[in-house]
């Protein structure tokens, strides 16, 4: 499981990020989105630190099913990007 910490905030900040472009928002509306201080949520987009369980739900919340979806399958495609190129 720990092999895959890194990739895995490496993906929902990337997926925060595009989220937060595509809905228009700052840093600011984006955090009162998530219910977190605006410096938590800088912190996670610089990668200082990640996501709790209670934001990621947030977080999906402010999704459409279909870009649940997307996430998901991303994610599958990832991981097994991740495991293919450790394989080699």
């Known amino acids: 499981m720990r092999k895959y910490k890194g990739f895995v905030k490496r993906f929902l900040i990337g997926w925060l990020r ?9 840093q600011e509306k984006m955090s009162e989105s998530l219910r977190m201080s605006a410096r938590s949520y800088t ?14 739900l947030f977080f999906l919340s402010l999704l ?17 990007k991740e495991e293919d190129h450790e394989a080699i």
């Open 64 to 80: 459409k099913d279909e870009e649940i979806l997307r996430l998901v399958h991303d994610f599958r495609e990832g991981i097994k």
């Open 18 to 26: 595009e989220m937060r472009s595509a809905l228009g928002l700052t």
């Open 43 to 56: 912190d996670i987009e610089r990668g200082k630190s990640g996501f709790s369980a209670t934001t990621l």
